[in-house]
Nanobody
Framework: QVQLVESGGGLVQAGGSLRLSCAAS????????MGWFRQAPGKEREFVAA????????YYADSVKGRFTISRGGAKNTVYLQMNSLKPEDTAVYYC?????????????????WGQGTQVTVSS
């Protein structure tokens, strides 16, 4: 099984930046696609970004294109979400998720493995 732990969340002003990290443990992690999702109070969990198992393909929600960048660490046991030009509407708990191979990166139902989440708060 795969265990995921997010870190790097915090409080920032609008226009600022944060980098989230997802540390993974378990077998064959390098062959897993990775995704980031977020959930604001009273809202459903929504897709933010994803990266293929090889790292060669990335996917982004329209709301974060041009501002967020997802990437894998060199050892492929970590995945990052660089968040720039943050807006108050980005405030949410951010979750890391993992799934085998390629597929439906945009859907929560496709990911069997999830972290506990890290809080991101953007003030105006």
């Amino acid at each position: 099984q795969v265990q995921l732990v997010e870190s790097g969340g915090g409080l920032v002003q609008a226009g600022g930046s944060l980098r989230l990290s997802c540390a993974a443990s378990g077998r064959t992690f390098s062959s897993y696609a990775m995704g980031w999702f977020r959930q604001a109070p009273g809202k459903e969990r929504e897709f933010v970004a994803a990266i293929s198992w090889s790292g060669g393909n990335t996917y982004y929600a329209d709301s974060v294109k041009g501002r967020f960048t997802i990437s894998r660490g060199g050892a492929k046991n970590t995945v990052y979400l660089q968040m720039n030009s943050l807006k108050p509407e980005d405030t949410a708990v951010y979750y890391c998720a993992a799934s085998r191979g390629s597929g439906s990166y945009y859907y929560t139902e496709w990911y069997p493995y999830w972290g506990q989440g890290t809080q991101v708060t953007v003030s105006s």
